[in-house]
Structure formats: C-alpha cells, structure tokens
C-alpha cells in the first residue's frame, strides 16, 4: 500500500528545533506537492507548509512564518521541516501529505487537495 511514513517528532522546550522527515513507503511521490498539516487535541487539522513539485515555490501559515522551513531533497526524496523557534502552541501531530497537481509551481493548502497522507510524529513543546 502507497503512503507516506513521517519521523524526528520528540519532545523540545520552548525555543528549541526540531526537524521532520517524509518518505513514501511503496511508491515514489517525487511529483507530487507535498504539505505538512497538524491537529492538536479536540482542534481540526491545520495547514502548515507545503511545496511544490519543483520545489521551488513553498507557502506557510502565519503563525510558522519565519521560524518553519519546509524542503525537499530529490536525492533521498523525503519532504523536511525544519522547525525553529518551537513554541508550546506549536504542540500537535503533525501530518505529512502528497497531492496529485498538473502544474509544477502549484502549492496545495486545503486538506482535500491531498491524497496521500501518513500516520503522523507527535511533537511536544514544552513551556
């Protein structure tokens, strides 16, 4: 079965980094545009960064811009986030997706947009 396999959650206190790896698991998703999404407890699940296919073109929610940086590296091909600046609201599972696009700048930001998703990495920050 195709999906996607994340890592490297944990638990960091506020103000420390961590970094979250995404690799598929039976087929490759090198075409695709992939996001990262999390839900914390009793909330919906939230966009939090995704890149395009190319890799050229990312987009962030506001309230990671600037301390996440989302990337791909085509030669292990997994999708990273680095996460910086963590702080205790950041604390949720977070979701790796890919989703199916024609066009290689395209960036997805609606869960419906993905159709791949993994079990997801917990990640704890405490205060």
């Known amino acids: 079965q195709d999906q996607l396999v994340e890592s490297g959650g944990g638990l960091v206190q506020a103000g420390g980094s961590l970094r979250l790896s995404c690799g598929p698991s039976?087929?490759?998703?090198?075409?695709?545009?992939m996001g990262w999404f999390r839900q914390a407890p009793g909330k919906e699940r939230d966009f939090v960064a995704a890149?395009?296919?190319?890799?050229?073109?990312?987009y962030y929610a506001d309230s990671v811009k600037g301390r996440f940086t989302i990337s791909r590296d085509g030669a292990k091909n997994t999708v990273n986030l680095q996460m910086n600046s963590l702080k205790p609201e950041d604390t949720a599972v977070y979701y790796c997706?890919?989703?199916?696009?024609?066009?290689?700048?395209?960036?997805?930001?609606?869960?419906?947009?993905?159709?791949?998703w993994g079990q997801g990495t917990q990640v704890t920050v405490s205060s």
């Open positions: 997706a890919a989703g199916n696009t024609l066009a290689p700048g395209a960036v997805l930001r609606s869960p419906s947009q993905y159709s791949y």
């Open positions: 890149v395009s296919r190319s890799g050229s073109d990312t």
């Open positions: 039976g087929r490759t998703f090198s075409n695709y545009a």
